[in-house]
């Protein structure tokens, strides 16, 4: 069991790899406000009752937490981000922030590597070590929000209040339940969801078959986590610490992007030689074209020229590459 970390172009991606099953795994677009980030800000807002601020800089904001209470509004900070700000529905959830440790100085918080001291990086040259694993797998399960596994399947949902996963099969509800417990849990992982996950499990009947069920969410989960116990109507809820979006989110509230940014990974694998053909959606070509580097920085990778095609007909999720000499 080892991680794997795979700098891409437009993201970096890290897996939890154990053999040919990935347990763990999330993506970190280029763009992100990492956690540990220290930057000066200005406290726009005071919210005395809340014990919290709204702080400002350039291109961002957060909410402050704790706010000194001598910090008027519109002195300046350096402050220290500790999650980066939530896609949702409507208005995206703010970055939030801390005041920076004394003797603190400016700079980008680790990225994923930093952060996994000993994974694997994967070279230029390397075997793909992510899709014999079951990458693709396991982005098409962020995409659908459809997760099989042995006796039934998993929807989940993304909501402004939590992550719902709701658990289908066709064994008796008892048997279901831990089963669908069991896969929930591992998909949380899988996915990399935080925040508040809702599990709604088949009536596994009596108190004995409610606590199995929790017991499975627990061997499956690693912690930290919270949760409840597993209620009369089969549902569970499970908070963990939400450090980054998760892969789901990715997908939802940015398909064009995430969607661009796979593209350059299928392109930058792709065999054959001369030049490579990136075939898709009208908005992702127009989202690649708005990123020349991405694109020279495939041409450099793959030692060749790279075009690109629209086709109305594709869906976003449906773009393909193509070699001129195969």
């Known amino acids: 069991m080892r991680w794997i970390v795979e700098r891409g172009i437009g993201e970096t991606r890290a897996a939890l790899v154990d053999g040919d099953i990935i347990l763990e795994a999330c993506i970190e677009p280029e763009e992100t406000l990492r956690a540990g980030t220290v930057l000066p800000a200005r406290l726009a807002k005071r919210l005395t009752q809340r014990n919290e601020g709204v702080v400002v800089w350039a291109g961002g904001e957060a909410m402050l937490a704790p706010l000194h209470r001598a910090l008027p509004e519109g002195a300046t900070l350096l402050v220290e981000i500790t999650r980066p700000p939530l896609p949702e529905p409507g208005k995206p959830k703010r970055a939030r922030a801390r005041p920076a440790a004394e003797g603190a100085t400016p700079g980008t918080g680790p990225d994923l590597l930093q952060r996994l001291p000993d994974a694997h990086l994967l070279g230029r040259f390397d075997a793909d070590l992510l899709e014999d694993a079951g990458w693709?797998?396991?982005?098409?399960?962020?995409?659908?929000?459809?997760?099989?596994?042995?006796?039934?399947?998993?929807?989940?949902?993304?909501?402004?209040?939590?992550?719902?996963?709701?658990?289908?099969?066709?064994?008796?509800?008892?048997a279901l339940a831990v089963a669908g417990a069991a896969a929930a849990a591992r998909s949380v992982r899988r996915l990399d969801i935080g925040g508040s996950i809702g599990i709604d499990l088949p009536d596994a009947g009596d108190k004995a078959a409610r606590q199995a069920a929790a017991a499975a969410i627990d061997a499956a989960l690693p912690q930290p986590f919270e949760r409840t116990a597993v209620n009369?109507?089969?549902?569970?809820?499970?908070?963990?610490?939400?450090?980054?979006?998760?892969?789901?989110?990715?997908?939802?509230?940015?398909?064009?992007?995430?969607?661009?940014?796979?593209?350059?990974?299928?392109?930058?694998?792709?065999?054959?030689?001369?030049?490579?053909?990136?075939?898709?959606?009208?908005?992702?070509?127009?989202?690649?074209?708005?990123?020349?580097?991405?694109?020279?920085?495939?041409?450099?990778?793959?030692?060749?020229?790279v075009a690109l095609r629209e086709d109305s007909a594709l869906a976003i999720s449906a773009g393909h590459v193509q070699a001129r000499f195969p």
Do not use: C, K
Request: proline share 6%; glycine share 8%.
């Open 136 to 174: 693709s797998a396991l982005l098409e399960e962020a995409v659908t929000g459809r997760v099989a596994f042995a006796t039934g399947s998993l929807t989940l949902s993304l909501t402004p209040a939590m992550t719902l996963i709701d658990v289908d099969g066709e064994q008796a509800p008892a």
């Open 232 to 305: 009369g109507f089969g549902f569970v809820q499970i908070v963990r610490r939400r450090a980054r979006v998760s892969i789901p989110e990715l997908y939802a509230h940015d398909p064009v992007a995430a969607h661009a940014r796979a593209l350059l990974r299928v392109a930058e694998r792709t065999g054959g030689a001369g030049e490579r053909t990136l075939t898709a959606h009208p908005a992702l070509i127009a989202h690649l074209a708005a990123h020349p580097v991405w694109l020279a920085e495939l041409a450099n990778r793959i030692g060749a020229p």
